[in-house]
Nanobody
Framework: QVQVVQSGGGLVQAGGSLRLSCQASGSIFSGATLGWYRQTPGKRREFIARISSSGWPVHDASVKGRFTISRDNVKSTLYLQMNSLKLEDTAIYYC?????????WGQGTQVTVSS
């Protein structure tokens, strides 16, 4: 059974940086497509970034050039490095694993950007 645990959220000033982590148990991590999403009250969960099993990343235009998705298959951990944070980046961030027809989500972590 796959368990997904997130960490690294918190409060940061605009222009600052933060790194989110997402660690998964089980044997599916290395072959899975991994992603980050975020959600604010009253809005749908939005795609942020995705990284393939071979390490190829795709970032949404809203974060391109500021956020970087990466993975460490030895540690079974997904990362999101967030730089040049803006007020509109405030949200609950979720990690996602897709392996075949199966999909798993982390519990979410709050990121708050202040002025």
């Amino acid at each position: 059974q796959v368990q997904v645990v997130q960490s690294g959220g918190g409060l940061v000033q605009a222009g600052g940086s933060l790194r989110l982590s997402c660690q998964a148990s089980g044997s599916i991590f290395s072959g899975a497509t991994l992603g980050w999403y975020r959600q604010t009250p009253g809005k749908r969960r939005e795609f942020i970034a995705r990284i393939s099993s071979s390490g190829w990343p795709v970032h949404d235009a809203s974060v391109k050039g500021r956020f970087t998705i990466s993975r460490d298959n030895v540690k079974s951990t997904l990362y999101l490095q967030m730089n040049s944070l803006k007020l509109e980046d405030t949200a609950i961030y979720y990690c996602n694993l897709v392996s075949g027809a199966n999909e798993y989500w982390g519990q979410g972590t709050q990121v708050t950007v202040s002025s």
